[in-house]
């Protein structure tokens, strides 16, 4: 772990001179993302907004400041948007130092580690005076922002992982797919995927591998898991087993040797590509895992049809789905929370915003909105919308990874590379995994 601390500490060094890229102030009069001190100012009142961003993303959320400052045009707001990596260690920074933004964004997949630390304000008192209004909202959806029974997050968009798959040129394999209702086991699929591949010519497989899926990973965790016990057991240790972990990393060593999954270097040179270019799109494979948001990404870029269909289930048939939000906070050190929670609201349910957000993070979970935007959607807005709401009734509740849970995924991955290459047996990669999730755990709590 000693290296891996200095690695850690040499990401928040560097967190602190990137903390401020993809930023700046934006006011009534910019129309825009304006870099530096806005001066003039005057009396406006300064929000701070963050968020995980990229060049295209940055300007629907100018796009929706705009809209909220030309209401409120006594209202400055100053954006930061670092890309995801540097993002979060960019928070990690702020909170640590008492500098957060009013506003800032995360996942449900970090929950834990920020409210268990109470860095973030809880919103129940802003739900019930109607401030943020979430009457119509899918309330499985609203749940995926709760923490010890307290709101902290609101939704801006809810995904999950799916299976896209190539039903073009499944059906000109004369493969026939399963219904789109029906569960299937991982047995099952990789009975399936080996069929398929038993049709295929060289240089294609039937599936993109997932060792390196880090949301696919935990539903793997949910559905093979033991009781109520999916993160922590009862002493407060990593609860996977690990022969939970060890079934995850064996599952696609034994899809490769079959060669219905391709090898690391193949996939690690498809995975560089973007989606766009990628391997499902060129017809390399025929089914890959991803999340569900993505499948206008993947089916406006290809000619084929492409299908979704569920996550296979636990061979016992356990569902282990997990919903996974980006959503808006606010943070404890905010000294305009109430303006923060007003912006929140205007965000999520005003309908022009959402019109220019068009599901950029997922699915709404507001029903009103949903439907709303359904009458000039996309169609695969539509599919992807469809599939969600259905996903969202059959996983199971939502239970917050505790601190230190999140970290572990990317050494989850790291070592599902080692497994892939030889260089640790599946079994001796969930002993690692355990060994150092303890560890990290540990860290967080003390």
């Known amino acids: 772990m000693s290296k891996m601390k200095r690695l850690l500490a040499l990401g928040l060094a560097c967190g602190l001179a990137l903390s401020g890229c993809g930023g700046g102030v934006q006011n009534s009069d910019s129309g825009g993302n304006d870099s530096g001190d806005s001066g003039s100012s005057g009396e406006k009142t300064t929000l701070r907004v963050a968020w995980w961003g990229s060049t295209e ?23 930061e948007s670092p890309g995801w990596n540097d993002y979060w260690t960019a928070q990690s920074t702020a909170y640590a130092s008492g500098s957060a933004a009013d506003v800032v964004q995360f996942q449900s997949n970090q929950i834990g580690e920020y409210c268990s630390k109470g860095v973030l304000t809880p919103l129940d008192d802003y739900v019930e005076s109607g401030a943020i209004d979430l009457t119509n909202w899918n309330q499985d959806l609203v749940d995926t922002g709760k923490y010890d029974d307290k709101l902290y997050m609101v939704s801006l968009g809810i995904t999950a992982q799916t299976i896209f798959i190539n039903e073009t040129y499944l059906n000109e394999l004369g493969m026939e797919l399963w219904p789109e209702d029906e569960d299937i086991t991982w047995d099952e699929f990789a009975d ?38 999916e993160w922590l057991d009862a002493d407060g240790k990593f609860a996977p087993s690990e022969e939970t972990l060890a079934s995850w990393y064996q599952y696609s060593d034994d899809l490769r040797k079959s060669g219905a999954f391709p090898s690391i270097e193949w996939t690690q040179e498809w995975n560089s590509k973007a989606w766009e270019e990628g391997a499902l799109v060129n017809r390399k494979v025929l089914f890959m895992f991803e999340n569900a948001n993505k499948y206008k990404i993947f089916q406006n870029s290809m000619e084929d049809k492409l299908a979704i269909r569920k996550v296979p289930v636990g061979n016992d048939g356990k569902h282990g789905d997990l919903l996974i939000t980006s959503a808006f906070g606010i943070s404890e050190t905010s000294q305009n929370k109430d303006l923060a929670a007003e912006y929140i609201n205007f965000f999520a349910n005003n309908l022009e915003a959402q019109k220019i957000f068009n599901m950029e993070l997922g699915v709404p979970a507001s029903l009103t909105i949903q439907e709303e935007l359904a009458k000039d959607a996309d169609p695969c807005d539509i599919a992807a919308t ?27 991955n790291s070592t599902a590379e080692l497994v892939a290459t030889g260089s640790l047996t599946a079994e001796e990669g969930a002993q690692h995994i355990i060994e150092v999730a303890n560890e990290m755990i540990a860290e967080n709590a003390s």
């Open 57 to 79: 993303r940055d300007k629907l959320y100018y796009q929706i400041n705009d809209l909220f400052m030309k209401e409120h045009p006594d209202v400055e707001i100053v954006t």
């Open 192 to 229: 399936y995927l080996n069929e398929v591949q038993s049709k295929l010519g060289d240089d294609t497989y039937a599936g993109m591998d997932m060792y390196s899926n880090n949301d696919l990973v935990w539903v793997w965790i949910r559905e093979h898991c033991n009781g109520e016990e």
């Open 386 to 412: 469809e599939y969600l709401n259905m996903v969202a009734e059959e996983a199971p509740p939502f239970v917050p990874k505790a601190p230190g849970v999140w970290a572990i995924q990317d050494e989850i």
